[in-house]
């Protein structure tokens, strides 16, 4: 049976993230259970947003797997996560935010194996640049996340330059040449403005009471 | 010695249980003409253990689980059917908005299913058509995750869907 390492690599980023983000929620408190469900509901929903994406853009016409439609399905999974459990809300949202960079590094470099994504940052090649990147938007995240005590500062700080990175690199891709600006960017440019209108109203916003 | 002197007796002064004696071992008072008798108190009945789940929530718990099994199996084997009689009804012309309108139906579907389960655990600890659901569930997310890495890891078709830009 041949292994595909592309797979291996992708799948290992997304459970590199889900470990990370069961970590950080139970060193901020949260009880075993609400660790627990949470974590099998963003499976759910990570897979099946990605899914859905692609075949929503395509018409139905196409299948595959999307990191956006998967970041926004991990997002939606852990909102009504914390819906449901109220238990320290914002250190759940947290630390699934601060985690989610840690799963797109390590998922280019499997595109950096295949091949795919491809384009050039100053004459280097753009996956292992943008898996620096984000690792390096993780590891800062975490860092603030464990000094901090108001966790959501740390999934704010990781939201605002994940978009800005995912947005700015997007540029030195070859999928952009001759393009002023693509899907992709005015997908990322969405979900920032919808981050960004999170931050701004969060005090107005139904959140659940801690 | 009397019989009188051989019970117990309580001081009068300092409160400590003497068994002989006219006088307090502790602080040497007398014993008094009636001495107090030990009060034993009397046995506490077992406390009643509050009953676990109540009907009304075993009935509101039992109607979420069949809600979200509904939705966990009911919901894509409708799309299903909806996508086969599409695509006799339309010949396949319409089949690109079709398959997109059953498949967030199902996608969604599933997700419900598992948020009403999710729900009864955390609030209905207790209901046992809960639990079982949750086993259940966890079971076939197993089973997925086996038979998606098996897929992902053979199929060359994910490859080209990356190659087309997906990511």
Known sequence: ????LYGVIVLSGVALGFVS?????????????????????NIFC????????VIIFSGGREYGLSGLGGAFG???GTL??????GDHPRELVSSWIVSAPLMYGVSKLACFHAGCCSGEFFSLPIQPVVSVTFIAIYIISVIVFIKSKDKMKAAYLAMIISFIARAGLDFFHDSHAGKIITREQILVIIAGGIALGIYIFRSKLPLPKT | MSDLNKQDWVCGKCGTLNSEGNFCCECGEPKPATPAVPVVPAPQAAPKEAPKESEEDKK????LCIFSLLCMFAAPGIAGIVMKVAE???YGGLEGIVTTICGTFAGFGWIAGIVLMIMVRVKYKDNTFGKVLMWLYIALAIIAVIIGMIVLFTVIACLNECNRGMW
């Open chain 2, 60 to 63: 509101n718990a039992n109607l």
């Open chain 1, 21 to 41: 983000a069961c970590v950080l929620s139970h060193l901020s408190g949260l009880k075993k259970q609400t660790v627990f469900f949470t974590a099998f509901l």
């Open chain 1, 80 to 85: 009504v996560s914390s819906y449901i459990h």
């Open chain 1, 46 to 53: 990570t897979l099946m947003l990605s899914i859905l994406s």
């Open chain 1, 74 to 76: 991990l997002m939606l």
């Open chain 2, 88 to 90: 006799v009804i339309f």
């Open chain 1, 1 to 4: 049976m041949h292994i595909q």
